[in-house]
């Protein structure tokens, strides 16, 4: 049978300060819990407190010695390609390799803004930073534009290209997957969705020369019904209206329920082509959280 490993979403600034907990606490109990990941969101201007994802992730990494370090997702092309290679590349050095690197170009116009990054050339200069991220940490001397007379960049030290996860379940993702990842990192889909996107993402990849990537999905959980865990209707709901789907598109998404009940519905997604589920705590406390969690982790195997 197909592995499948579990990781968590770090928490918020507002989860650590309810529950007392800051991130070097939360990314060693998530590793003493036997999960595999501690994954870290990356947002510039969104309204509300974030802490930056790499400075987030490097105090994870110093607190763990097994587990994998992700980002969910690094926004590579709304920074300059060679300080984004420079962030990913130290990541890679002080976790001793165990980076993941989830990618993506969103996070809507506002914060592109914000940092003086159009918009409408995001998809483009996505494509550019994976093209040129394994020369980069590779050490290479590389030439940033295709132009003659174009001075060459060489970092260092050198390190290993971690995996890249091409975040998102659109067309545009699927295809950039196929073309420039290592896996396809869809996150709030269902596992029919994640079998045909796989399908497809299989297809692409064979066209490229490729082999298929891996697929992780993304999903929002509250286990068990202790105090402060929200039902699946209400985790549903807030997905609804975040994310602007009808409530009936979303209404299956959430892990809910007791932690057997979770591990079977892992399984499907097991059985859809998925070998990553990359879990935010969507209510009740983070580490009961994250225990009932690692529960449904070892029902699956």
Do not use: C
């Amino acid at each position: 049978m197909k592995s499948f490993e579990i990781g968590v979403i770090l928490p918020g600034i507002a989860v650590q300060r309810r529950d007392g907990i800051d991130l070097r606490a939360a990314a060693l109990h998530a590793e003493n819990a036997g999960l595999e990941g501690v994954w870290h969101g990356d947002h510039l201007a969104v309204g509300g407190p974030t802490l930056d994802a790499p400075i987030a992730l490097a105090i994870a990494a110093a607190a763990t010695t097994r587990i994998r370090i992700g980002t969910s997702v690094f926004v590579p092309a709304i920074r300059p390609v060679v300080w984004a290679a420079k962030q990913i590349a130290t990541l890679q050095y002080v976790s001793g390799g165990r980076l993941v690197l989830g990618v993506g170009s969103g996070g809507g116009p506002a914060q592109w803004a914000a940092a003086g990054v159009p918009y409408g050339e995001r998809g483009r200069r996505t494509d550019t930073a994976l093209e040129l991220l394994p020369h980069l940490l590779a050490g290479e001397a590389t030439r940033l534009r295709d132009e003659e007379g174009e001075p060459s960049v060489k970092l260092a030290p050198a390190v290993a290209m971690p995996p890249v996860w091409v975040g998102n379940a659109s067309g545009a993702a699927i295809r950039r997957a196929a073309r420039l990842g290592d896996g396809w990192f869809p996150s709030l889909i269902s596992p029919s969705e994640v079998a045909e996107g796989g399908k497809h993402l299989a297809d692409l990849a064979a066209h490229h020369g490729r082999p298929a990537p891996v697929i992780a999905i993304g999903g929002a959980a509250a286990l068990g019904n202790g105090p402060g865990v929200p039902s699946r209707a209400e985790i549903a709901e807030g997905i609804s209206g975040a994310y602007g789907r009808p409530l009936e598109d979303v209404i299956e998404i959430p892990l809910t329920g007791q932690p057997k009940e979770v591990a079977e519905r892992l399984a499907v997604y097991r059985e859809a082509g998925a070998e990553h589920a990359i879990i935010g705590i969507s209510g009740g406390d983070w580490r009961s959280q994250v225990d009932l969690l690692a529960e449904a982790r070892s029902l699956l195997r």
